[in-house]
């Protein structure tokens, strides 16, 4: 029996211990635990805690395990989202499979989660689709075909009012030098075939509102996939009195979908304009990501990093105005740290932590916040609003709509359950899983906090519609101490994340105009 496992091997020698000798369904170690919610699988999978880590350990036949295994490293250093492996176990004695083990997912979202558990009245039909949508594109720019692309194949992490995919499942896709438009085309359409009867699956289960056509969802995949498609690799012409601004603007947009350009190219046309070709690279949105970390050692997703770099720039701006000086950047942002991010997570009542992830329940505040100083006319402060937030809004998140690993100590055996799976599930709806219980109370999801404002009873503020470009908050003037969490650096809600991130399908480019 060989152990392969990805460097650094201690976070996995705890693992070696594991009964490997006997099939996984038939353990009883004390270390594995049940998941709610877990999606239903080709596969025996299990679940184990170990040094206060989830792994998720799949049987399967050696040569598909190996192949997933290296499939999966690769997007690791693609930094395409995708779970990530830790190794295989091989040579099984009593011809028994392989076993591929990754990491949990934490505060991941199935699909069925986003359905079975809207906020308010909204559904994430648009949001959940763009972030699949995107992956499909980041995976076919590194020339990979997924080959099994599908919901049920898709984990969902909240990102500040959007939704950010992760794949986690590579056992039929392939990895190719140069991914050929007929394999593209074939992603696309399973894509199309796959959601249509996993939203089929849904709609049997009662989980998927009246107004959703589960056709007409699956067919807007395409459309969304080829304006993105368009956007990052088209080409245009431009004149070279205005190639600077069109350059720039094209990058602009590129970087608004989260995408980085590796190259651009100007080709003489011959005709006194030039051919704009740009290289989009291949890499998770991350610019921001690692802003903040850099800044901070706080990791996020994109468009939370982006939020909450900008809360530090407005508190850089609030202290400078207390000190009369300017205050290092660096500064500054440890004094956001310690001053305002830290006190607000430490205050999440012990009950509600595996309700979101710390960064996500952030942002919520900020954005609470903004709505109560709305309706009251001035800035009510940060304590005020966490403290309704706790109270009125936080309570409200489904238990189910995250998969938040078990909290134990690391010795503890492990028999608590944790909601959702990142295994990769058969998608077929005939062998769907019995759906949660349509009609409980459920209003969180990744539309935020203004969509929770209808449905928490005797509310002192009213639903807000989803906010424009709104002016600065109100300076009352007050010199308080930042301590006090109330200054007036409020920023305002995250206008600048777009509701949808797939663009509008671009104009027909020029004549010899068209991609390769």
Not at 34 to 47: D, L, N, P, T, Y
Not at 213 to 232: F, G, H, T
């Amino acid at each position: 029996m060989r152990f392969v496992f990805s460097p650094p091997a201690d976070q996995t020698a705890g693992l070696l211990t594991l009964p490997w000798r006997e099939p996984i369904e038939e353990w009883k170690d004390d270390r594995v635990v049940e998941i709610r919610q877990r999606g239903i699988s080709r596969h025996v999978v299990r679940f184990v805690h170990e040094a206060g880590q989830i792994y998720a350990l799949k049987e399967i036949d050696e040569r598909l395990a190996r192949r997933e295994y290296r499939l999966l490293r690769r997007l690791r250093e693609l930094e395409i989202p995708a779970v990530e492996v830790l190794g295989i176990v091989v040579d099984r004695p009593n011809d028994l499979d392989a076993v591929l083990v990754t990491k949990f997912l934490d505060h991941s979202i199935s699909y069925r989660a986003l359905f079975a558990s809207p906020r308010g009245s909204g559904q994430p039909v648009d949001k959940l689709l763009d972030a699949m949508v995107e992956l499909l594109a980041r995976l076919h720019l590194a020339n990979f075909f997924w080959g099994d692309c599908s919901l049920s194949n898709t984990l969902f992490r909240l990102d500040a009012g959007a939704l950010a995919a992760y794949l986690v499942d590579a056992e039929t896709s392939e990895l190719h030098d140069k991914l050929s438009d007929g394999k593209r085309a074939y992603d696309v359409e399973l894509a199309f075939e796959r959601v249509g009867g996993e939203l089929y699956d849904l709609q049997a289960g009662g989980l998927l509102p009246p107004d959703v056509d589960p056709v007409a969802v699956a067919e807007d995949i395409p459309r969304r996939y080829e304006a993105l498609w368009s956007e990052l690799t088209r080409e245009e012409r431009v004149h070279p009195s205005e190639q600077r601004l069109r350059i720039l603007e094209r990058v602009r947009r590129l970087n608004d979908l989260g995408f980085d350009v590796d190259e651009i190219e100007l080709i003489d046309a011959g005709d006194g304009s030039n051919r704009l070709r740009l290289r989009t690279r291949v890499a998770e949105p991350g610019h921001h990501r690692r802003l903040l970390f850099a800044r901070t050692g706080l990791e996020a997703q994109e468009n939370q990093a982006r939020r909450l770099l900008n809360d530090i720039a407005s508190y850089r701006s609030h202290l400078e105005r207390q000190a009369g000086r300017p205050i290092p950047e660096a500064v500054a942002a440890n004094r956001w740290l310690t001053e305002v991010y830290d006190p607000a997570v430490n205050a999440i009542p012990e009950e509600l932590r595996d309700k979101l992830d710390p960064v996500e329940v952030f942002h919520e505040i900020l954005e609470h916040r903004w709505f109560l100083s709305e309706k009251a006319g001035r800035d009510v402060g940060a304590t005020a609003a966490r403290n309704d937030y706790f109270k009125r809004i936080l309570p409200r998140v489904p238990d189910d709509l995250t998969i938040t690993a078990p909290h134990m100590p690391a010795d503890a055996p492990g028999s608590h359950e944790a909601p959702g799976s990142p295994d990769a599930p058969d998608s077929e709806p005939a062998a769907s899983s019995a759906p949660p219980t349509p009609g409980a109370e459920a209003v969180s999801s990744p539309d935020g906090p203004a969509a929770d404002q209808a449905a928490a009873d005797a509310s002192p503020v009213a639903q807000h519609p989803e906010p424009e470009a709104s002016p600065a908050p109100p300076d009352t003037g007050r010199a308080e101490s930042a301590t006090t969490l109330d200054g007036p650096w409020a920023t305002p809600p995250a206008t600048h994340v777009p509701a949808q991130r797939t663009p509008s399908p671009a104009p027909s480019p020029e004549p010899d105009g068209q991609p390769e």
